[in-house]
Structures are given as C-alpha cells and as structure tokens.
C-alpha cells in the first residue's frame, strides 16, 4: 500500500480549476492508499475554523469521505494556513502533525517539514514566524471578529508579495547547512518538505552517510506529489494541472 505526500496547493475560490485536480487527486490517487500527508499551505489563507467557507466545506467533506474509506490523513501547518484547528482536522477526518514530523515510511526513519523554518537567511521572515507561530499571539488573533481577521490576512498577504519581490532568490530558498544540521539533529538520511515551490530531488551528506531531501512542488501550472511504496525508493511525480 502507498503512502502520499503532497504541499503547496495553496486552494482558494479564485482557483476552482487547482480544488478540481486536488478531488480528482483524492479519487484517483488517493483512494486505497495507506496515508496521505499535506504539508502545510493547503490553503492559501486560513484565518480560523470559525469561517466556513463553502470551499473549506467541500474540502473537509472530500477528506472526511476519503478517511472514512481507510485512508489515513495527516495535516501540517503551513505558514499560510498555520490557524487550522482542531475543529477543522475533525471535520476533514484529518490528524493534525507537528512541523517537524518524525515518521517511519515503510522502514525508513523520515523528517517531514512545510520547509520555511529551513529558510533561515530569511532573518526577517524567520522573525515573523516566531511571532505568528506563539499560540499567546494566535489567541489573541482568534479572538478577533471575523471581519478584522479577513481584513487582516489580506494586509498580510500584500504585505509579504511586497517584501518578497525585493528578496534575492537564494533567500527565498532553504539554506544548504540548516538541512545538514537538522538532519543530524534528528539523526535521519530522508526529508520530505514543500514551500519553496522548487520540486526536486536533492542529494548530500549528513550524519557522514548519503541523505536526499526530496522537495514537494506547488500545484500552479502542475499538480506534484511523492508516492512511497514498500521496498521501492519514493519517487516524486507530477501531472498537469
Ligand atoms: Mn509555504
């Protein structure tokens, strides 16, 4: 039985075409598979379970259906959509995971991670990140109506479109030594991650053994995702979207 990674579907009303390839993903790829894991930005903005979007309805419909078939769903934050809750997770049959997750797939110790604590160079963002991440921060948020936090998350979003563009590229991308160090820190070879929207299959040394770091890539022009299998090495697939 296969166990699926996917990340960065960033789903949001504006892209029905993007939640369209995510429930045909569920039908066709999903369906009979052991485990599927989404690591973080599932949704593009995500200001509290209390919102109930039709969007986020369908979604948590399909994933409730789809755990209910025997697949066993685990969600991880992303930094767009850090505020789902509980509640959600219930809804959609889902188990909410911890950034970094320890798991093993099928035999093998592996990291999984949305990827955005390893952009460290990011000194600004990696402030930020402290901050929304304090769950004294997050209560406060959450307390708010729900109209100031819709108003708030758009700010948010202009506001880092903004900063990002003056970013250099190599910013904007994991840093090289954090994988190394938190590899060893967890003293594992494999690490799963998404964010940098740069799907690829990295190669490199860690804990004095060869270690890969698979990178899961967002669903824009194609739809990306990782399929790990008993015995065989995972590999990382796309589809157009
Ligand atoms: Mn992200």
Known sequence: MTTLFISDLHLEESRPDITGAFLSFLN?????ARQLYILGDFFEAWIGDDEHTPLQDQVAKALKTLSESGTEIFLMHGNRDFLIGEDYCVRAGATLLDDPALIDLNGT????????????????????????????????MLA??????????????????????????????VTPEEVVKTLEHYGVQ???????????????????????????????????????????????KKAPL
């Open 28 to 32: 066709k790829n999903a369906v009979g």
């Open 109 to 140: 110790p592996t990291l999984l991670m949305h990827g955005d604590s390893l952009c460290t160079a990011d000194v600004e963002y990696q402030k930020f990140r402290a901050n929304m991440r304090n769950p004294q921060m997050q209560k406060m």
């Open 144 to 173: 708010r109506p729900l109209e100031d936090r819709q108003k708030m998350a758009r700010q948010l979003r202009e506001l880092s479109a903004a900063k990002n563009q003056g970013k250099a590229e190599s910013i904007m991308d």
């Open 190 to 236: 494999l690490m799963i991650h998404g964010h940098t929207h740069r799907p690829d299959i990295h190669e490199l040394q860690a804990n004095g053994q060869n270690a890969r770091r698979m990178v899961l890539g967002d669903w824009d022009k194609n739809i990306w995702w990782i399929e790990a299998s008993p015995g065989q090495q995972p590999e990382l």
